[in-house]
């Protein structure tokens, strides 16, 4: 092996090892709800992924989360929460409104219809009850 | 608009348009609660809708929109948006299925183009540097065959200076990137922007890193030759992959349309207006504005525009959109009529019933796009997989590049680049999300064709796996309501229509369940009303009184016998109907024993050919019921059931189920929907038949909404087939990416010398998600 074929090598694994920290591991950008008149509203943008795709909630409380679906793909046209029993079409260009009570803590995922484009609801339990 | 109902509440939503900041909200809020019956209004400015909770005794929707509209703005409720998104789903597709199939045409013709012009720019750039043999297939035709063909054809073409050909192709390549292709980038970008990754990130690395590659080669190919490295360009490569993954688009995105055809067949059978009498005049009316107990007329060869019960005229009315029932069902005043059907013979004038959401259709619709959408517990496996799939796929890429470039000695670059743009084509997560899904949806949507609803994938994946169907038998089995069964008359004596008119007019006085059985043959038989002077009932025995000028006796044994009417005559053939499962009833007139009738619970016409195709298929069936093991086995041994469980209490049915499932069986329970409602949820699959309720529905998981035990077997037969072909996609699709890509990687390179260029990986790609997709459109056969 030359030293440009250890650059390659050593240049291979450290892009595997971004790749797989990027798109697995790394921190995503976590918003709380912001509780307005009794609901926990989280307007979440639709565009190639879910922004924010963490979302943190309080157990009890009805929870509001405004799709707003800027892409045209047909990937993203249908968001699923399977632990709620929910699923939604999302017209493109257009707010959809997805309403429902967490009643147990925990971490939830909803994807796309086709589990491509993934997000997460935290639900922790009410606080001082 | 949406609706939703609790007691003596509803909550609406309605749209409002034309607020441009938070005090229009509060205006918009404050007119709603001021409206009388209102109990609470929030505007959302955002949504442009007003979520509102009112006493529909006191307001209706469209008062609510009229009050918006009094306040300055803008309020229309629209019929279409408050039943389903089904019709702008459509819209949408068909907007994007015409975007994609542009797209996919002229592309391709741009990849034919670029394919021409790189023949002789490849042989121009293989002089000039030694170029390792083509190891693709494709490659290799191109080389021996199209390219000697072409300088033979188009000598011009190979006359023209190479360096000109080339940065003509990076043109029409960037060209294409940018318009057919644009979406794929943008996609991904977005994408990565979330720490996400699909399908157009794959498309994008790839094309995007050829293209790169190939622009670096163009422009500055003496770097490339200085280190003795082959200055190959991969325009049209780009090209033909933008074009083949556009081309397995258009077909996916027809395919997917397909798979929703049920749904939309339903949406669109609701009419758009209703002929009502208002004020003594007809008027067409738009759907909204009908209401509870309005008088709706429909013509021969109309559509009955909402649900309701006849009040005057008689037609036969065809179903078979709603319930799958083939034959016209005959309609005439008192008979319930569905939305969505169509009158065929006579004039109906019908009382309009549940309306809109409440609506059979919608909620037909409803469950339907519910089960649609839903997913079966098959689906995990491709879930997790898909989740990690393409950052998989990625660091696999890299690999064979690395691998490629450190093993081989000659044009190590080029070749490992072109072995890593492969496998990041020729991957396909596509294929693994549309397994199971679209079979879930065509089947849904077939089963629904035939009046079969199935709640979602679930249900679907449970029916499957079925192995005893427990049927109940009141109801269910026969049809619920005692019958005259069988006849006999002494033939010396008077005539069955006779015989029949005497005992029917007699027993229209009397109040007792087997007399309306009486009555009701009568009816069927269009005998005669005779005229009854004297009536008595005698409590646990029979009737009797003045008919016609006859005496009449309709009782059991002991009645006539205390009559001194023997009826030892007809007892040998009573007793066989006893045995049957019927009560024998006598009949006596002016003292002589004239005729014997069966009263019994009829056996529904098909069960006994229902039942012989679940035990063909391999299932055990059970009949439960609360009636005595003499009746029970009757019905049983007329059905064909052997396995016969009778005694059982309403509440113990569950328990029966429970028993049979701790046996180890998977349960399917089939009933009314009502009283059986504890063991159908504690089955397995618990099935709803002849009902369209909407507490019936939701109680089971599979609705039969036209009152045929056929659909039994239908439903588990389709629900196997749908198992088959989940497994079949899921097989495919994991069998294609584990095959696929590492033979694009190279890894049979070494032994058989075969490697494949991006291109055909772009084509396989394409293809498998549409196999996948069309795979499961075979359900629609079933």
């Known amino acids: 092996m030359t030293g440009v074929d250890w650059i390659v090598v050593v240049g291979g694994v450290a892009l595997i090892g971004f790749i797989n920290w990027y798109f697995l591991l790394a921190p995503r950008t976590t918003t709380k709800a912001e509780v307005q008149g009794g609901v926990q509203a989280v307007p979440v943008l639709v565009d190639g992924g879910y922004q924010p795709s963490d979302i943190r909630v309080t157990a009890g409380t009805p929870v509001r989360l405004l799709f707003n679906r800027r892409d045209t793909s047909s990937c993203s046209e249908e968001v699923v929460l399977p632990e709620f029993g929910m699923k939604r079409f999302l017209p493109a260009n257009r707010t959809t409104l997805v309403e429902f009570v967490p009643t147990k803590a925990g971490t939830f995922e909803f994807t796309c219809g086709m589990g491509m484009l993934r997000g997460r609801i935290t639900v922790t339990s009410p606080e001082g009850r | 608009m949406s609706l939703q109902t609790s007691q003596?509440?509803?909550?609406?939503?309605?749209?409002?348009?034309?607020?441009?900041?938070?005090?229009?909200?509060?205006h918009v809020a404050q007119a709603l609660r001021a409206t009388p019956g209102v109990k609470d209004a929030t505007v959302n400015l955002l949504l442009e809708t007003a979520h509102v909770r009112f006493d529909p005794e006191l307001v209706k929707p469209e008062g609510l929109a009229a009050?918006?509209?009094?306040?300055?703005?803008?309020?229309?409720?629209?019929?279409?948006?408050?039943?389903?998104?089904?019709?702008?789903?459509?819209?949408?597709?068909?907007?994007?299925?015409?975007?994609?199939?542009?797209?996919?045409?002229?592309?391709?013709?741009?990849?034919?183009?670029?394919?021409?012009?790189?023949?002789?720019?490849?042989?121009?750039?293989?002089?000039?540097?030694h170029h390792a043999t083509a190891a693709d297939p494709l490659m290799q035709w191109s080389h021996t065959w199209l390219d000697s063909?072409?300088?033979?054809?188009?000598?011009?073409?190979?006359?023209?200076?190479?360096?000109?050909?080339?940065?003509?192709?990076?043109a029409l390549t960037a060209v294409v990137m940018g318009w057919a292709g644009r979406h794929f980038y943008t996609r991904a970008w977005s994408a990565f922007g979330h720490?996400?990754?699909?399908?157009?990130?794959?498309?994008?690395?790839?094309?995007?890193?050829?293209?790169?590659?190939?622009?670096?080669?163009?422009?500055?190919?003496?770097?490339?030759?200085?280190?003795?490295?082959?200055?190959?360009?991969?325009?049209?490569a780009v090209v033909f992959i933008i074009a083949l993954v556009l081309v397995g688009n258009v077909f996916e995105a027809r395919a997917r349309r397909n798979t929703v055809a049920a749904l939309r067949a339903l949406a669109e059978l609701r009419p758009a207006t209703a002929r009502v009498v208002r004020d003594g005049r007809e008027a067409d009316l738009p759907l909204d504005h009908v209401v509870v107990n309005d008088l709706v007329i429909v013509r021969p060869g109309e559509r009955l525009p909402v649900d309701g019960d006849v009040d005057s005229g008689a037609s036969a009315v065809d179903e078979s959109m709603v319930t799958g029932e083939s034959v016209p069902v005959a309609k005439r005043a008192g008979d319930r009529v569905i939305g969505g059907t169509?009158?065929?013979?006579?004039?109906?004038r019908y009382r309009a019933g549940r309306l809109g959401a409440d609506s059979m259709l919608s909620q037909i619709i409803r469950l339907l796009g519910e089960a649609q959408g839903s997913r079966a517990p098959i689906q995990r496996l491709a879930d997790r997989v898909s989740g990690v799939f393409v950052p998989v796929v990625l660091s696999l890429a890299v690999a064979t590049f690395v691998v490629w470039f450190v093993a081989v000695d000659q044009a190590p670059l080029a070749r490992g680049f072109a072995a890593a743009v492969a496998v990041l084509i020729i991957a396909c997560p596509c294929a693994m999300g549309l397994a199971v899904p679209t079979a879930v949806m065509v089947a849904t949507g077939r089963a629904a064709e035939r009046g079969i609803l199935i709640k979602g994938g679930e249900a679907l994946q449970r029916a499957g796996g079925v192995t005893t169907v427990v049927l109940d038998k009141t109801g269910t089995l026969t049809e619920g309501r005692p019958q005259v069964t069988h006849l006999t008359v002494v033939p010396t004596e008077m005539d069955e229509s006779h015989v029949i008119a005497l005992v029917s007019s007699l027993e229209a006085a009397s109040e007792h369940p087997l007399a309306d059985a009486l009555v009701r043959e009568g009816e069927r038989r269009g005998v005669p009303q005779l005229p009854v002077s004297t009536f008595s009932s005698i409590a646990g025995q029979g009737v009797q009184g003045d008919v016609d000028g006859h005496l009449v006796i309709v009782g059991n044994a002991m009645l006539l016998r205390s009559h001194a009417v023997e009826v030892g005559a007809l007892e040998a053939t009573t007793a066989v109907w006893a045995a049957q499962g019927a009560t024998p009833v006598y009949v006596a007139v002016d003292g002589r024993l004239t005729a014997a009738l069966g009263i019994g619970d009829?056996?529904?016409?098909?069960?006994?050919?229902?039942?012989?195709?679940?035990?063909?298929?391999?299932?055990?069936?059970?009949?439960?019921?609360?009636?005595?093991?003499?009746?029970?086995?009757?019905?049983?041994?007329?059905?064909?059931?052997?396995?016969?469980?009778?005694?059982?209490?309403?509440?113990?049915?569950?328990?029966?189920?429970k028993r049979l499932q701790a046996e180890g069986r998977v349960v399917a329970m089939v009933g009314d929907g009502i009283n059986d409602a504890p063991a159908i949820a504690q089955a397995d699959v618990g099935f709803a038949i002849g009902t369209g309720t909407d507490v019936a529905m939701q109680a089971s998981d599979v609705t039969l909404i036209r009152d045929d035990l056929a659909g039994v077997g239908a439903a588990i037969e389709l629900s196997r087939r749908t198992m088959r072909t989940m497994k079949q996609n899921l097989f495919w699709a994991f069998a294609y990416n584990v095959l696929g890509i590492p033979v694009a990687a190279g890894v049979l390179y070494p032994f058989l010398g075969l490697l494949l260029s991006p291109i055909l990986a772009s084509a396989a790609m394409a293809f498998s998600s549409v196999s996948v997709v069309s795979n499961s459109l075979r359900l629609r056969m079933a």
């Open chain 2, 149 to 170: 063909w072409l300088s033979v054809a188009l000598p011009w073409l190979y006359a023209t200076n190479a360096r000109v050909l080339q940065w003509a192709l990076m």
């Open chain 2, 602 to 657: 009829r056996i529904k016409p098909g069960a006994l050919e229902a039942i012989r195709r679940l035990r063909a298929m391999g299932l055990d069936v059970v009949m439960l019921t609360g009636d005595h093991r003499a009746t029970a086995e009757a019905v049983a041994s007329a059905v064909g059931i052997q396995q016969v469980v009778a005694g059982v209490l309403p509440d113990g049915k569950a328990v029966e189920v």
């Open chain 2, 67 to 129: 009050v918006v509209r009094a306040a300055g703005y803008r309020s229309e409720l629209s019929e279409g948006e408050k039943i389903n998104d089904a019709d702008a789903r459509d819209l949408e597709h068909a907007a994007e299925y015409r975007d994609l199939a542009l797209k996919a045409v002229v592309s391709l013709a741009a990849a034919a183009l670029g394919m021409l012009l790189s023949m002789p720019v490849m042989s121009a750039i293989a002089a000039s540097a």
């Open chain 2, 8 to 26: 003596g509440e509803r909550t609406a939503t309605i749209p409002v348009s034309g607020m441009t900041c938070a005090s229009c909200t509060a």
């Open chain 2, 342 to 348: 169509i009158n065929r013979t006579g004039l109906l």
């Open chain 2, 195 to 236: 720490h996400a990754a699909d399908m157009n990130t794959l498309v994008a690395v790839g094309t995007g890193a050829a293209f790169v590659y190939s622009v670096a080669a163009t422009m500055a190919p003496e770097v490339f030759l200085a280190s003795g490295v082959s200055p190959d360009v991969y325009f049209e």
